[in-house]
């Protein structure tokens, strides 16, 4: 299994509407393959969308979009609202269930981690056994390495009920070595999205 996250920077207060054309058009493109999920930004950076596709492989992708390119309803007639778009291949670690449509939320956090390419393998296997260890405790959604895009690092998205909740769980985490790992090398760079979900969204 693979997924493909894609982000959307869109106008400023356009979010809302943007999601409602989405949404419309959703409801076709829901027959060719079902997205995982889809969210907005609630911190920076601000008025970004984010959804998460996921695809036996690259080649039921690439037959899927195209498939689904043809229907006269889909894509949705969002581009006027979107500044700039990014899509990300995620594969995720063996550990890691597919997440089944459900209330885990409404709060996600998106974290990005990215190493220099001499420490990726290092980072990679720290952070793949720390994320399993606390996926026990914690509501874990998704994680993996990047396969393109910015390929030198790792994504991983948790669930919460609140703010309150991710706090606690964060700072249990960082007093058992698990976020970061104790064993990982430092990251050059980090990445993190608040986000909660649209009414569409398969995960709320």
């Known amino acids: 299994m693979i997924y493909e996250v894609r982000s959307y920077q869109v106008d400023p207060g356009n979010v809302t509407e943007f999601e409602r054309i989405f949404g419309d058009g959703y409801v076709h493109r829901h027959a060719f393959s079902p997205l995982t999920a889809f969210w907005h930004t609630v911190n920076e950076p601000l008025s970004e ?44 670690f063996d550990f890691v269930s597919d997440p089944m449509p459900g209330l885990l939320g409404p709060i996600y956090e998106i974290r990005y981690d990215y190493f220099k390419v001499s420490d990726l393998s290092a980072g990679t296997e720290a952070w793949a056994n720390a994320i399993q260890e606390r996926s026990k405790r914690d509501s874990l959604v998704l994680a993996g390495r990047l396969e393109f895009g910015q390929v030198n690092g790792i994504l991983q998205i948790w669930a919460y009920s609140d703010l309150e909740t991710r706090k606690q769980a964060l700072a249990e985490a960082s007093e058992q070595g698990m976020s970061p790992p104790a064993d990982s090398p430092a990251p050059i760079h980090q990445v993190t999205k608040m986000v909660m979900p649209s009414m569409f969204s398969p995960l709320q």
């Open 49 to 92: 969308v984010v959804h998460v596709w996921p695809y036996t492989d690259l080649d039921e992708r690439a037959s899927k979009r195209a498939a689904a390119a043809q229907h006269p309803h889909w894509p949705p007639a969002t581009g006027q609202f979107v500044n700039r778009m990014q899509s990300e291949l995620m594969i995720p």
